[in-house]
């Protein structure tokens, strides 16, 4: 049986946003997006629409480069997948894709999660809701709650799950895929 990775890839891009609600995590990474090439090319995630709005949120393809991110610290984590499970995560992914008007941010489920109590909507995920959703839809993982109370850092615990690389995006894209090398930068707050 071949064998394919895909990445998960955590963020702090050091916004007002993630600034927020890293005072409520105390975690180093508040965003998470699921990526299916080391390049970070095919990079997916649900969060801001535009770049100067926080509350306009919804599926998207990130784009690594932008200035949001590619200024941003990350840890990015590879899983070895079949390529049957990689083939229904691509599906699931373009399911989204062409829908992408009809699905939303889950700010709610963001106020569930603070009271681990599950909100789901129909439609509506947070970025580590939606990542642990396309694993667990994938049968990839299957989590012992609810993907509506999966965190950024609870990705981070996941079984065979190898870190890549620990650094600023930038970095990562400059040196052009790193194989099994693990960069660590001092953390510097915002």
Known sequence: MKESKIYILLTDTGSFLTKLIKLYTNKPYNHASIALDSNLEEVYSFGRKNIHNPLNGGFVQEDVNSKLLNHARCAIYSLTVTDNQLQTIKNYIEEISAEKDAYHYNFLGLFGFVFNR???????????????????GSNVIQFENSVSLVAPHDLQELPDLRLEYEGSVNDYLMKGEPENVSFSYPFIPA
């Open 118 to 136: 599950p909100l789901t909507r129909k439609n509506s995920y947070f970025c580590s809701e939606f990542v642990a959703s396309v694993l667990e």
